[in-house]
């Protein structure tokens, strides 16, 4: 028996088909959001694998922001620069924090520490000053004199008199220079011979105390009895560098940042014909040609801390640890 289809069902058969085809197609062309399965880990954006990226140069103009980037002078980077370095790690050549001891009372030994924490040395009296004392711990002595100050060196001159020269005064751990109000002389100086480099690099620490604005210290280094380089720093952040003939010194003038109470950190530098000197760490002045040849004066105060100011009040400055580097027994020094 043949079965037999008739031509409407046929035809409706095709449109059913067509129509299905038609929403299939739809669905696939816009396709819905879907939520990700629950607990499916997928890598964070930070470590997200991403494309090289050559970085655009940014470009800041100096002159809008002058603050933002430090320039130095050209002599910097070609004259103290290689000195600074070739000095760091290197020990100093003379040294002086100027250190409290204690002192018994028959004055043969010392003691270079706090009475909590005693570390006793002995000396013969006729060395006490400048002695290199060495370290014992077989007695204690009876510390009766209290404290005293450990001078290694400093000296300074009253003119006219047969006893110089006289220990200057070592005073809280520090060399102090003072001029008293009654004073005559505008000028009062100490030295140690242990300051005589050709070619050096000195550093210290300057306080000002009682004193006018234009009470005036200066570090004078002589290289013939006519001839000196002198740095003048005063209270009322005036600087000064002098050099030449004294008969005829040349000068040149600025002015310096400070910040008391803090202490002033010096950093003066010399070799061959040039000198340079730092505050603070800073640069601030250089001088290609502050001394016709690398020579100093024969003397023991051939280098001076001077103190200048007019009479009629106290004046005072304190110095700290003293550091001086030889720069001739520095090998490989450009």
Partial sequence: MKIKFSKPLFFSVIMIVVALACGVGNDLSTPQPVSPPVGTWTLPPSVIPRQPRTP???????LSTPKAVATYPVWVADFSDPILEAVEGQLPVFEDHFP???VDEHRKWKVCSTPEQRTYYQSPLSELPLATARP???LQPDLQDGYALLNKGWFYVIPDNSRN???ALIDSGTLVLKLPAEKESKDFWVYTPHLLQKNFVLQFDLEFYENQPEDTFRLQVDQTSEQSVAFDLSKDQNWALHWGSLADWQTITGIYANFPPEPITVLVMAKGEECAVYIDNVPLAYLPDCRSEPVTRPSPSAMKFHLLAEPGHLA???IDNVKMWDLDKIPDLP
């Fill in 100 to 102: 409290e001891i204690c």
């Fill in 136 to 138: 014992t711990l077989d």
């Fill in 56 to 62: 655009t140069p940014f470009f800041m103009p100096v």
């Fill in 316 to 318: 005072v400055v304190t």
């Fill in 165 to 167: 020269p006289f220990y």
